[in-house]
């Protein structure tokens, strides 16, 4: 199993800036791809930004290249540093992590954007 923890939301006015965190540990196997989903009431789960462990990224277009995904591979943990925040991307934030035998998720944290 693969525990995830994530860290970092809040509330945030819009414009502003939030860095989230998500620490792996457990049974943790390469190659693995590490993700950060959103999710808002009465919605479904959108994909907000995908790393490889080498390193390759991936974008929805909604990003336009406000939010920057990265990892630690030592630290098996995951960074999404989200810039020029706008209400609209409030949600929970939950952190994926997915290997060829494994899919596992965080419990979330929320980000509130006030405009």
């Known amino acids: 199993q693969v525990q995830l923890a994530e860290s970092g939301g809040g509330l945030v006015q819009a414009g502003g800036s939030l860095r989230l965190s998500c620490v792996a540990s457990?049974?943790?196997?390469?190659?693995?791809?590490m993700n950060w989903y959103r999710q808002t009431s009465g919605k479904q789960r959108e994909l907000v930004a995908s790393?490889?462990?080498?390193?390759?990224?991936k974008y929805p277009n909604f990003v336009r290249g406000r939010f920057t995904i990265s990892r630690d591979n030592a630290k098996n943990t995951v960074y999404l540093q989200m810039n020029s925040l706008e209400p609209e991307d409030t949600a929970v934030y939950f952190c994926n992590y997915w290997d060829a035998r494994a899919n596992y998720w965080g419990q979330g944290t929320q980000v509130t954007v006030s405009s």
């Open positions: 790393i490889s462990r080498d390193g390759d990224t």
């Open positions: 457990g049974s943790i196997r390469s190659p693995n791809v």
